[in-house]
């Protein structure tokens, strides 16, 4: 250290090694030396600062009383809050939790739900003791606990995406101390350390997590040195074996992954002439330790045990293109069409439960459904949206087939893993769903499931071609034409003719601006609307509302399913009471003459100019819904 640099001692606790690490980069970057102070706690932090026995303390949240002998930075950052619990419980299932003396999160907690028993500890150990006497449900607690709680083999639970949080500051008690608490803070709001931060606090999260499983694996009670043999279908997104022989798709490389973080040695294979049914019959008896995919489904948990869902499917319908545009809103109105299913499939199973008396085509591939379908054997085909994605994304040409939008997605339910129904199967099903959960799941989809790529179609037919290039110039144009047409409808929804989700995920795909306001707000008891008066009623009432939106709001807005909108703009945030009532209450006259009011529940989220992804922005704004409905 420099002779000229100065020396200011922090508190932290001893846990939040993360805070220790950037106050080191800091002191490098900044020419200061900060001697790390480790208390046991928030209210030692705060009573040692208020003493002047420190200079600083970090991660204070700032309330009116601190601030009357405190000195408060501006907010650096918003801390990861976790309820920790014995099982998988939420937040809104718990009626007591235990708080961390001295903090706010006793006053923060009752705000949210005011019914709740809420006690305060001293000791991480003293609330780990009031979890495991039942004397509380769940605990509230930082990062810093992380650690504490996972190797004990207690459950965590993010908190920070489910309501806003408050953020946390450095405070100091020492007047002449502001000129370095304003640097301090100027250097960290810079985007990289921001982004620095970030990073070490999910990697460290990451690497608590990883080592608590992997200590659960050790002392379970089968034998872990073993060999497991996992059977995937051999389908091209789930698995499939590659030029190099390994199983490759979003089911093995789930749980390649898993068992790596586990430590376990799995052997993952598949069987191209092996059916589905098979493979689970065989898994039923014994034969294989592990099997994916498998849809989970109720029922299927009284035969095996399931781990969490690791992917969504979703079941759609699709014809011609032009066939019956907007005359059926759900699959239950094909009575009287030929429709086509794959046999033993989920598609077959869904449309027998939707359709009872109805006899169906049925196909052993989904490229013979889509075979029929072009020769007009069939009007309809039931398969899954991957299906659909990759039929279309393998074929040189455009095909003359469509979604039917008007009825979307008539089923969807999660991908995950079995196990044999035994004691081992048990213990696996529960560690394997824990390895999902650090699994980073988008990228392994993104990279076998993605949309139709139409640009690369019209590419392929470019090089394929052979007739003259005048010809070839109009085709070109004309499919230009045609793809911009579809692109414009696979971004609009065809009821309101507002834009759709796609359509908000490919603008507002890296968060929203500085300023900018996300509403997000549904129909009160659309359900009664749609089941008394009927879905003809109900989606006039939806295109009322879109109406409104399009009278009153000037800036973007999204209609993403059912009866949820999304509204993004500048707007004041005393503004925006008004702007909704102006939007969705009004009177409904249908038809018959029919007169019911329509109102709506509302949440939003003003960007501060935060790194928060567009989901995390929706979650909040939902959060604050979710608090209006329950008023």
Request: charged share 25%.
């Amino acid at each position: 250290m420099a002779a000229n640099q100065q020396t200011f001692s922090v508190g932290i606790i001893a846990e939040e090694a993360v805070t220790a690490a950037i106050l080191k980069k800091a002191a490098q970057d900044l020419s200061v030396n900060f001697e790390l102070v480790y208390l046991s706690g928030h209210a030692e932090k705060l009573e040692a600062t208020l003493a002047r026995d420190i200079d600083f303390a970090t991660g204070i949240t700032y309330t009116e009383e601190r601030a009357k002998k405190l000195i408060f930075s501006a907010s650096t950052n918003v801390e990861y809050t976790y309820l920790f619990t014995l099982g998988k419980g939420n937040f809104k299932d718990v009626s007591s939790i235990a708080v961390p003396y001295g903090t706010i999160f006793a006053k923060l907690m009752l705000d949210i739900n005011p019914k709740l028993e809420v006690i305060e500890y001293q000791t991480i150990s003293e609330a780990k003791e009031l979890l495991e006497s039942s004397k509380v449900e769940g605990i509230v607690d930082t990062a810093a606990q992380l650690r504490f709680m996972a190797l004990a083999g207690i459950h965590s639970q993010l908190l920070n995406y489910q309501f806003p949080l408050k953020p946390v500051s450095i405070v100091t008690a020492k007047p002449e101390n502001t000129k370095v608490l304003k640097e301090i803070v100027e250097y960290l709001h810079q985007p990289e350390m921001q982004m620095l931060m970030r990073a070490k606090a999910e990697t460290y999260q990451f690497d608590v997590q990883r080592q608590a499983l992997r200590k659960r694996v050790l002392l379970s009670e089968f034998d872990v040195s073993r060999p497991f043999t996992i059977s995937v279908e051999d389908y091209r997104r789930y698995g499939v074996q590659n030029d190099n022989g390994k199983v490759i798709g979003i089911a093995a490389d789930v749980i390649h992954e898993a068992c790596q973080l586990m430590r376990l040695e799995c052997i993952v294979e598949t069987a191209p002439e092996t059916d589905w049914q098979s493979m689970y019959e065989g898994l039923l008896g014994g034969e294989i330790d592990i099997l994916s995919p498998i849809a989970l489904v109720k029922g299927r948990e009284q035969h095996v045990y399931l781990s969490e869902s690791f992917y969504n499917n979703e079941l759609i319908v699709v014809k011609r293109n032009g066939y019956k545009e907007g005359v059926y809103r759900s699959v239950s109105e094909l009575i009287s069409e030929r429709v086509g299913v794959i046999r033993g499939g989920m598609s077959e199973s869904i449309m027998s439960r939707r359709l009872p008396h109805k006899s169906f085509s049925i196909f052993t591939t989904a490229k013979d459904q889509l075979k029929a379908l072009m020769t007009n054997e069939v009007d309809y085909i039931a398969m899954s949206r991957l299906t659909y994605n990759e039929l279309v994304r393998d074929t040189l040409t455009i095909l003359p087939i469509i979604e039917d939008d008007m009825i979307g997605t008539f089923f969807n339910y999660g991908i995950g893993i079995a196990f044999q129904k035994n004691d081992e199967g048990k213990k696996l099903s529960e560690l394997f769903s824990d390895a999902i959960r650090l699994i980073d799941m988008n990228a392994i989809i993104k990279k076998y499931d993605y949309q139709p790529d139409w640009q690369t179609t019209l590419f392929s037919q470019k090089r394929f071609t052979k007739q003259s290039q005048q010809l070839f110039l109009a085709i070109i144009i004309a499919l230009i034409v045609l793809s911009y047409i579809w692109h414009k409808q696979s971004i609009t929804d065809s009821l309101t003719k507002l834009e759709n989700r796609l359509a908000l995920y490919k603008k507002y795909k890296d968060g929203l601006y500085s300023n900018q306001v996300l509403v997000y707000f549904d129909v009160n008891k659309f359900k009664n609307v749609n089941d008394t008066y009927g879905h003809a009623v109900g989606d006039e009432v939806l295109k009322r509302i879109a109406e409104n939106i399009r009278r009153h709001w000037n800036c973007d807005s999204y209609r993403i399913g059912g009866d949820e909108f999304i509204l993004i703009g500048k707007i004041r945030k005393q503004d925006i009471e008004g702007m909704m009532l102006s939007i969705g209450s009004f009177k409904f006259i249908d038809h018959l003459n029919n007169k019911f009011n329509v109102s709506i529940s509302y949440g939003y989220y003003l960007s501060d100019g935060s790194v928060l992804s567009l989901d995390d922005c929706i979650h909040l704004a939902d959060t604050q819904m979710y608090k209006a409905k329950m008023a």
